[in-house]
């Protein structure tokens, strides 16, 4: 009996969280279609909906062969629904990857991540879940640290009505990344505790997961999207912001391009909303910095 509750808990935490993330990839979708193009990102959040689609598959058919008529190969379906999981995971984790590299905007701060990414995926397809799961919850307290600290050093510095506005905005996508990282880190550190333990609830877990891995990158996609539409008023576009540093002053006004103005010290930054767009010296040479919405899904 405690077998068949564990079965039907498992399916119905994942057809219902797959409820959950149909309606976000709809909303998601939308926002890409009113938006700038942004084909790769796009094109990432498709297969991972696709992946997660495949998961719930997996447990259907797992459902139907443990408690009903179908006879599949059980151990085969587990296997399989372990790859496709492994995947979409490594896929989640590469674009967070990713936002850490375009928020920082060198290769050397991401060797560390990438590294355990490449472990985690010989790890996971190996079937080794245990040291899997350790390193995910790794990347994933890790990475969304690092994107969170490199937002709040450079929001910190802005001043004036339209720095207030820009860092806040910079608040709310830290927020944004931080709880989306602690969501996942949350409930795969449940499966760990569960999966040591040998405790058949892991399944429903492990269930969840399935569809979390994908939800929590759309998730950030759609509240970044919905924040910075809703965020746009006359009032902050009028706005303007100073940022003294060693060397220049940030200067944000009521535009959507950059330009260099009179002084040799002195960068415009034609936008008061957040992300940020700038420009900074390397070289002797101005070279053009741009945060779009890329950099936050």
């Known amino acids: ?21 149909l309606i976000l990839f709809i909303r998601c979708l939308s926002i890409f279609y009113h938006g700038k193009p942004q084909t790769p990102l796009l094109v990432t959040a498709i297969i991972m909906f696709l992946l997660s689609t495949t998961i719930v598959v997996i447990f259907l058919l797992l459902g139907a062969s443990l408690y009903g008529t179908l006879g599949l190969d059980v151990e085969s379906l587990q296997t399989a629904e372990v790859v496709v999981y492994v995947t979409n995971n490594i896929i989640a984790d590469g ?5 850490c ?18 472990a985690t995926m010989i790890l996971g397809y190996m079937i080794q879940l245990k040291l899997f799961f350790i390193l995910s919850l790794t990347v994933n307290l890790f990475v969304p640290t690092l994107v969170a600290a490199r937002l709040w050093w450079v929001t910190r510095r802005l001043r004036g009505p339209g ?15 931080l709880e ?28 969840a997961l399935g569809q979390i891995v994908g939800i929590v990158p759309t998730l950030i996609i759609v509240r ?30 009521p535009s959507m391009h950059l ?8 960068i415009e930054i034609r936008s008061p ?9 390397e070289g002797g040479r101005e070279r053009e910095k741009s945060w779009g919405s890329e950099t936050m899904v």
């Open 224 to 253: 970044v999207g919905l924040g910075v539409s809703s965020g746009d008023s006359p009032s902050s576009a009028s706005a303007s912001a100073t940022c003294g540093t060693s060397n220049s002053t940030l200067v944000a006004q």
């Open 180 to 207: 989306s990282g602690l969501i996942y880190s949350a409930v795969v550190s449940i499966h760990m505790a569960f999966f040591h333990y040998n405790d058949p609830r892991d399944q429903v877990v492990f269930a």
């Open 273 to 281: 909303r957040f992300p940020v767009r700038f420009a900074t010296e």
């Open 95 to 99: 674009l967070l990857i990713y936002r």
């Open 1 to 21: 009996m405690a077998g068949l509750w564990v079965g039907v808990s498992t399916l119905w935490v994942s057809t219902f969280l797959y409820g959950m993330y």
């Open 101 to 118: 590299y375009v928020i920082w905007n060198t290769i050397y701060i991401i060797i560390a991540p990438v590294i355990l990414l490449i």
């Open 259 to 266: 330009s260099k103005i009179s002084s040799p010290d002195v």
């Open 163 to 177: 720095g207030a506005a820009t860092r806040r905005k910079g608040r709310n996508a830290m927020i944004i990344i």
